[in-house]
C-alpha cells in the first residue's frame, strides 16, 4: 500500500485525523540513533526536542576544543573520556527517552482542547437490571460463540457430570460417528 493517504487532509477531531498528526510528529528510533553518531553537536539531543540537553552538548564540545588548542595534552585527554563516557551512557538512555517523548506526545494529542466524544455518546455502558455473574454464567456455556446445551443440575444447583459408563459410551458413539462419516457405506 502507498503512503499517499498521508497526504490527504482529514480536518476535524476524529481518529484519522489524530493518526495522520502523530505519523508526521513521532519521532523514529533510525533517525534517533543516526543522530546520536553527532553527539557532539547535541543533535539527537534537538531531534527529541531536549534542548537543555543539546545546548550541553555543544558547550561541552566547545570547551573540549578550546581545551585541546589551550590547555597541556593530559587536560584535554582526561575531558574527552569523560565525554565520550556520558556519550555512551546518553546512547543506554536514548531508547527510553524516544519512547518517553512519543508516549507524552500521543497522550498531549489525544486529550488537547476541542476533542470532543463522538455525538450521542454516553459514556460506559453498564445494565443496572443485570449482575455481572449471570452474564458470566451465560458466556461460560458458550463455545467459541455458540450456545451449548445446559448440563442437567443436581440438587445443589451445580452441574451434574456424566458417570464413568456414560462417559465410555458417549465417546464409543461419537467413534462410530466419525468412522461411518470417514468410511460412508455404498
Known amino acids: 500500500m502507498t503512503n499517499a493517504w498521508k497526504q490527504w487532509d482529514f480536518s476535524g477531531a476524529g481518529l484519522q485525523s489524530l493518526n495522520l ?9 533510525a533517525v534517533a540513533y543516526g543522530l546520536w553518531i553527532g553527539f557532539a553537536l547535541g543533535l539527537h539531543a534537538f531531534y527529541l526536542h531536549e534542548r537543555r540537553r543539546g545546548l550541553t552538548y555543544l558547550a561541552a564540545s566547545l570547551t573540549l576544543v578550546v581545551l585541546a588548542l589551550l590547555a597541556p595534552w593530559p587536560a584535554p585527554a582526561g575531558f574527552g573520556a569523560l565525554y565520550l563516557a556520558l556519550a555512551v551512557a546518553d546512547l543506554a538512555t536514548l531508547e527510553r527517552r524516544l519512547t518517553t517523548y512519543n508516549k507524552t506526545l500521543r497522550l498531549d494529542l489525544s486529550l488537547r482542547k476541542g476533542t470532543t466524544p463522538p455525538t450521542g455518546f454516553r459514556g460506559r455502558y453498564t445494565d443496572q437490571d443485570v449482575d455481572i455473574r449471570d452474564y458470566v454464567a451465560v458466556k461460560e456455556r458458550e463455545r467459541a460463540g455458540h450456545a451449548t446445551e445446559t448440563p442437567p443440575l443436581d440438587s445443589n444447583g451445580r452441574p451434574q457430570s456424566k ?5 465410555e459410551a458417549a465417546l464409543r458413539a461419537y467413534t462410530e460417528r466419525r468412522k461411518s462419516l470417514k ?4
Open 163 to 167: 458417570s464413568f459408563q456414560e462417559q
Open 183 to 186: 468410511n460412508p457405506r455404498s
Open 21 to 29: 498528526e502523530l505519523t508526521k510528529r513521532l519521532r523514529k528510533p
